[in-house]
């Protein structure tokens, strides 16, 4: 009997699926995730400590590792408004196989020692991780919770994990005095204000949100059928699984999604509408030697270093590698690129080259492409470039969501669900935010010229609305993406990190000697 290609690929790549899912669970089922040392969160906060800490992801608990080894008799406090099972929402949202897209052997915390997540695998399930291996993200949220806390442990420090957002801070010159609001920005409880005072501040809560596509382009819609936050708990459930769902966006997050209804049994039709309509590339085969490269390499206008850029990766596809290398080689001297071109450089960059960079720089483990292109050779996974121009209510359980694509058509599409995957925002000047919002209004913090982040100089010191850096706060994490461009993997955010630590213990032992004089 004839069976049609499209179905045999389906059927294959169900079945790759399946074994590949198998051997995950069975392999995290495995790996023992628990501590003698854990987390404890409280919603008591103290009234005074040498650091707060705003953002319990992994920029702020890194931080306060390099803190307490340095400081093992001060007194810090980690702010954050709903902490998750495992640290931030990368690895604390996530299923128990979505894979982390940095190879383990690189995934340490600690600069110096970037290989130390690998080992940790290899006392837990010795050999069944490769150092060059894309591992469940749920690992390392296990390894880095655990490793935090026996750091804290292990230096006796006074540290709080306290369950809070902070919602606004001020400088009175010798300290830094913080609203907390203890109910953090959930409706399940009323507000409850407390303050705190710091002689010093980390801010690291991470990027905010992209505001939902729809915000301008909804009429009457039931509110389950949007899901603004693809990350909440329980966001993708409740689904019927022969229904046809919209994600917005076809980057990482939009992959990751996908892949997750699909492992929550989804069989209907998924449609990716963006407005560059690609998906992001595979990370190249593993045991590619590494290029070298000098910064002298890529020097001159966002022209002139992508055209260097594309000659190094010829130059590696020519000699048998992949393109991948190119990117790898490119990246330590981001930070020095980015600072060298003007205002207009950058907004050029991002108007013209963001969307190819973001494709060939945040890539995707093979597996899980392979199982993405699948479904779209089978047609289970569409991919259009596109907007959204309205979501109306179709019936009680349904929408239709009007899009224009890139050729000027509109095209309506009834869906069970609308699904934001368009990721970190990249205008903090209109941020909802509270605590981003109110130290640019009140002049203590400001964007860079595009609003990309928060402005810092090169010791992360949070540089305020009159151009002075201000030495008790810092700034850690992918806020400094308006300075750095690159603040968002793991190798770029512990040496941030380690770095905003460093400037507030010079601070902090500068006080105590002054004080001892």
Known sequence: QFVPLTELLLRRAQLARAWFESLMKSLVKSTPTSSSQQIQWTDAA??????????????GLVALVHLCRALPSGTFAVMECHPLHFPGTAYGSCDSEHLLNVPAGRMGPITEDPASFHRWLETQTPGKFRADAFVPRALFGAYLTEFVADEVARSGAHVSFVRAAVIDMYDVQSHVNLTLDC???????????????????????????????????????PAGALVPNPWKAGALLGIPPDAA?????????????????????????????SRNGRLPLPHADH???????????FAGSPAKVLSALRSAARQRIAAGLGWQGAIDAI?????????????????HFIRRARALWEIHRHRVPCQVLADIN???????????????LAVQPANSETVTATIRTADGATHVHTVARVINCTGPSMNLRDTHHPLLASVQRNG??????????????????????????????????????????????????????????????????????????
């Open 287 to 297: 045991g590619e030697p590494p290029m070298l490269a000098t910064r002298e390499q």
């Open 245 to 273: 769902v919209m994600l917005l966006g076809s980057g990482l997050t939009a992959v990751d999604i996908a892949e997750g209804l699909r492992r929550l049994g989804h069989r209907g039709i998924i449609r990716m509408v």
């Open 374 to 388: 699948a479904q779209c050779v089978a047609g289970t996974l569409l991919i259009a470039r596109g907007e959204l």
């Open 444 to 517: 203590l913090a400001c964007t860079d010229d595009l609003g990309l982040g928060i402005r810092s100089d090169d010791e992360c010191r949070l540089v305020g609305a009159n151009g002075v850096a201000n030495p008790r706060i810092v700034i850690a994490g992918a806020l400094r993406r308006g300075d750095l461009w690159e603040a968002t993997a793991v190798p770029d955010l512990r040496v941030n990190a380690a770095r905003a630590a460093a400037t507030l213990v010079a601070l902090l032992a500068d006080q105590h000697s002054k004080a001892n004089n």
């Open 183 to 221: 109910a953090g920005d959930s409706a399940d409880g009323p507000s409850r204000q407390q303050s705190m005072i710091a002689r010093s501040v980390v801010i690291a809560p991470g990027l905010p949100a992209s505001p939902a596509p729809w915000a301008d382009h909804v009429h009457d819609v």
């Open 331 to 347: 990246r330590p001297h981001i930070p020095a690129i980015w600072k060298s071109w003007s205002t207009a450089e950058r907004r």
């Open 46 to 59: 103290p009234a005074r400590v040498d650091v707060a800490i705003v953002g319990g992801g992994f920029s």
